[in-house]
T-cell receptor, first 115, second 111 residues
């Protein structure tokens, strides 16, 4: 089955220690998104790639960066995690080649804990 | 400023009855609306969507209604089943295709 896969499912890191979360997709979608979701909150868009074009949300901290080396993979890098960065991180994809009104498809997320 | 609001954090219904989940939005530029279902420890799963040119879209037991003048949409699940118990997120997008989510409603369907 075509899908969005996030690794690892759970990640524990130390305060200030860089961490990378990964996302891969077999859907061949041209857009990939990263969201942050804290408990009882709505998912919040951090940034997205439209093909190779990177689009950062205005309120995404500089601490968060992303890489998309090819269509299938996208990475979220947190350079110096703080306690406030503990959250669920969700990756999603969508296929905008089929038109504007296409749903996003999500992975199961990575739960990040900061010690 | 919350542009998409789900005012009911939780909803409990009996199996076989109708579940109605509500969502309000404030941005008149939104023209595509979606509902996602989320089980614990899983990512959101796309359920059903509607564009602003329609006022109703149906898929099996799930129907989404859109009232543009009231900036309100609702998801009807008939009949409700215990397996429908999950958090339901309403989401909206405009021409920039980015989704804005509500905070979700926890639906519990009791056997």
């Amino acid at each position: 089955d075509a899908m969005v896969i996030q690794n690892p499912r759970y990640q524990v890191t130390q305060f200030g220690k860089p961490v990378t979360l990964s996302c891969s997709q077999t859907l061949n979608h041209n857009v990939m998104y990263w969201y942050q979701q804290k408990s009882s909150q709505a998912p919040k868009l951090l940034f997205h790639y439209y093909d190779k074009d990177f689009n950062n949300e205005a309120d995404t901290p500089d601490n968060f960066q992303s890489r998309r080396p090819n269509t299938s993979f996208c990475f979220l890098d947190i350079r110096s995690p703080g306690l406030g960065d503990a959250a669920m991180y969700l990756c999603a994809t969508s296929d905008k080649t089929r038109g504007l009104y296409q749903p996003q498809h999500f992975g199961d997320g990575t739960r990040l804990s900061i010690l | 400023d919350q542009q998409v609001k789900q005012n009911s954090p939780s909803l409990s219904v009996q199996e076989g009855r109708i579940s109605i989940l509500n969502c309000d939005y404030t941005n008149s530029m939104f023209d595509y609306f979606l509902w996602y279902k989320k089980y614990p420890a899983e990512g959101p799963t796309f359920l059903i969507s509607i564009s602003s040119i329609k006022d109703k879209n149906e898929d099996g037991r799930f129907t989404v209604f859109l009232n543009k003048s009231a900036k309100h949409l609702s998801l009807h699940i008939v009949p409700s089943q215990p397996g429908d118990s999950a958090v339901y997120f309403c989401a909206a997008s405009g021409s920039n295709y980015k989704l804005t989510f509500g905070k979700g409603t926890l639906l519990t369907v009791n056997p």
